[in-house]
């Protein structure tokens, strides 16, 4: 079975489709595909490069961070790059997942040990490859982003998370638990992706559902999709969190001709975003970076 067709199925599907046909369709295959088996897909050397890449890219990102800080990583899915990043920078490191991967035999050391024909300076992967354990390197928590804050107090210097807010049910609720974990001045750098995850040809073609549809289906499929909120929606979710200087490095935007084809379609739809504002569309993925007051 190609999941990647089915997903793309389903992706094409929802913008047509009646709801409880695609809840069917994916009920159907997908539950039986744990993220422990999807981790051993694919080739090791091409992971790797992209591992490798990623956690250089945001030890970049995380140059102010100073060795005995701590540092948060929300969603770490099953490579734990910043969260490895920021081990090897010298941080005390906690991950957050409510569905944790644990490490792999068939998947983990072969990944880390391309990573490190990749990376050869970084030290974690040995120490990695001979712990055999993610707990031996950071502190792994089993919980949520919106339950964060029920399991540990204000304490980590940095909270971090790459690809993962989008698919949080509540935004708000998540990001206020993550503020409330966060010391005063604490700082906040989290990588959102707007495009709409399973049809990647049409990234913003699931705008023209109508909401509170789109909302349902989203729901039944744990948010796997991403989302449908806009930039300047983001923008206010951070802030009603309690967060300051907000701003976004914008890492993908959307071009003029695909915008059009957007816009007529939406101005023909019951969409929330029929009349959005163009520049607002054109957003889609970023590094949000914000702090905590004092």
């Not at 490859?129 to 980590?156: M, T």
């Not at 699931?206 to 923008?235: N, P, T, V």
């Amino acid at each position: 079975m190609d999941l990647k067709k089915v997903k793309r199925f389903i992706g094409r599907a929802s913008l047509y489709a009646p709801i409880m046909d695609l809840e069917t369709v994916f009920l159907k295959y997908l539950p039986y595909v744990t993220r422990e088996e999807r981790c051993t897909w694919g080739n090791f050397d091409e992971k790797a490069k992209g591992v490798a890449s990623c956690i250089s890219n945001w030890e970049g990102i995380l140059s102010d961070l100073k060795t005995g800080e701590s540092l948060l990583e929300v969603g770490p899915g099953n490579a734990f790059i910043i969260a490895l990043a920021g081990v090897e920078k010298g941080a005390k490191v906690t991950v957050a997942d409510r569905f944790p991967v644990r490490w792999n035999a068939a998947f983990h050391p072969k990944l880390y040990a391309a990573c490190r024909r990749v990376l050869p300076e970084m030290r974690v992967f040995d120490y990695l490859l001979r712990k055999e354990d993610f707990s031996a390197v950071f502190e792994v928590l089993p919980v949520a982003a919106e339950c964060v804050a029920e399991h540990c107090g204000a304490k980590f210097d940095w909270v971090t998370s790459n690809a993962v807010l989008e698919h949080l049910q509540d935004p708000v609720l998540g990001l206020s638990s993550l503020f409330s974990v966060t010391v005063p001045g604490g700082r906040h750098l989290h990588q959102i992706d707007l495009r709409y995850h399973w049809l990647s040809t049409s990234p913003l073609d699931h705008l023209i559902c109508d909401y509170e549809k789109f909302s349902r289906w989203r729901a039944a499929f744990r948010c796997e999709m991403g989302c449908q909120w806009r930039h300047s929606e983001w923008l206010h979710f951070f802030e009603t969190a309690g967060f300051k200087n907000v701003h976004l490095v914008a890492s993908s935007e959307q071009g003029k001709a695909y915008l059009e084809r957007v816009r007529n379609k939406l101005e023909k739809s019951s969409s929330k975003y029929a009349n959005w504002p163009i520049e607002d569309l054109r957003i889609s993925g970023g590094l949000y970076a914000c702090s905590k007051p004092l």
